[in-house]
């Protein structure tokens, strides 16, 4: 498997002039051409040496070489500090900012390689396997009151009672209800990531915003306060706080709430598995397929998108049948959860799920299921699906 470079530069001549260089020596090449871009793809595809230019407009390097230094999943990947910046100064701050090596340009291709070469052999015995990434599980309900939080919390529940370690995340900042299922209030937890940076967000910021349950449960969760929901939180952001959460949780199950947004089309590009919650009413399958046909044409597998029926029992007589539903949404049911509003209530009174409440209910083992089927399908990222 060839060993994978990240070049850095806002130049984007120096970026296709030095990756054409590297992939003639068998290197596979990947680019970011700023900080923040940078800092993400290091964290996500874990390169075996960057090369990274100091002058670019978000971030200089210095600065990039330093988070990448204090961050514990990007600490050991070598760097080659790559400029025009040619004063000892400029090279002495490179060095004390972590760099490894540093050449200034322009120089020429059989020095660079004999550089690069140089480093990834002096590196090959030192640097630890990078850390497993978790799959993550997406639950977007077609409209509200399905019952979509219910059945996210109870498959993180499910899995941990399986022996998985997992994290449950409220992605609703303003209309968060799972902190209010496990019996805590006012937690926002979510929203304080999503203020920061997305260069700021790493495992270890999130991790330090994590709530454990009394049921060993970790969860990132959301408050009810509304003013929360007036807070606009940029895309880079909360795919960063995916990205943290990949290395933190084995699986992270995320509460995407309801509906559609902008926010929403860009996170569930990010989850490996996706859990499209609905009821069977007509109207509900009118939305459904809408959004269904959404979710689909944006990534190319179209088996990560699980269909799940909540079977309403207060009003049987309206109810599509399952296999009506099949056909209006021209896509199988992945599981059909009975409707149980006694154990429901019983779970929330003991702030506790309810698959642990009673886990030999009905519902519990129709949930129990689920989660086995979904966590066992896939542990490939869904950024690797994506449409070109």
């Known amino acids: 498997m060839p060993q994978k470079i990240l070049i850095v530069d806002d130049d984007i001549d120096s970026l296709k002039l030095i990756g ?15 900080g923040v871009q940078a800092l993400g793809k290091a964290a996500s595809d874990q390169p075996d040496l960057i090369i990274l230019d100091i002058m670019m407009p978000d971030m200089d390097g210095y600065e990039v070489c330093r988070r990448l230094r204090a961050d514990q999943a990007t600490r050991a990947i070598p760097i080659i500090m790559f400029t025009a910046k040619s004063l000892v100064d400029d090279k002495v701050a490179g060095f004390e900012a972590g760099a490894d090596d540093y050449l200034t340009k322009p120089t020429h291709p059989a020095e660079l390689a ?11 015995g030192k640097r630890k396997p990078p850390p497993q990434k978790g799959m993550t599980i997406g639950f977007l309900g077609a409209k509200g009151g399905v019952g979509t939080t219910t059945i996210a919390l109870n498959t993180a529940a499910a899995l941990l009672m399986a022996g998985e370690q997992p994290i449950v995340a409220d992605f609703r900042p303003g209309a968060g209800s799972l902190g209010l299922m496990l019996g805590i209030d006012g937690n926002n937890g979510m929203s304080t990531v999503l203020s920061r940076a997305a260069a700021d967000i790493h495992p270890a910021v999130v991790e330090r915003e994590l ?19 007036l807070a606009k939180y940029p895309a880079e952001a909360a795919v960063a706080v995916v990205n943290s959460l990949r290395m933190l949780g084995r699986p992270t199950v995320f509460d995407l709430g309801s509906g559609y947004s902008s926010l929403i089309s860009r996170l569930q590009i990010e989850m490996d598995q996706l859990v499209l919650v609905i009821d069977p009413f007509q109207l509900t399958l009118l939305m459904a397929r809408e959004l269904l046909n959404e979710l689909e044409s944006t990534v190319a597998s179209v088996s990560r998108v699980h269909i799940v029926v909540v079977n309403h029992s207060r009003a049987p007589g309206v109810q599509v049948h399952w ?11 992945r599981a059909i959860i ?16 309810l698959v642990m409440v009673q886990p030999n209910a009905i519902v519990s083992n129709q949930i129990i299921k689920l989660s086995e089927d979904i966590s066992a399908r896939t542990h490939v990222p869904a950024g690797s699906q994506l449409m070109a």
């Open 338 to 353: 009975s409707d149980a509003p006694d154990l429901v209530h019983q779970a929330a009174q003991a702030a506790t799920p």
């Open 114 to 124: 004999s550089r690069v070469k140089a480093i990834l052999a002096r590196s090959a």
């Open 323 to 333: 296999n009506e539903v099949e056909q209006i949404l021209a896509k199988e049911i």
């Open 211 to 229: 709530v454990l349950h009394a049921t060993n449960l970790r969860a990132l969760l959301s408050s009810a306060n509304p003013r929360e929901a």
């Open 20 to 34: 054409l260089m590297l992939q003639r020596h068998g290197y596979e090449i990947l680019a970011a051409s700023a």
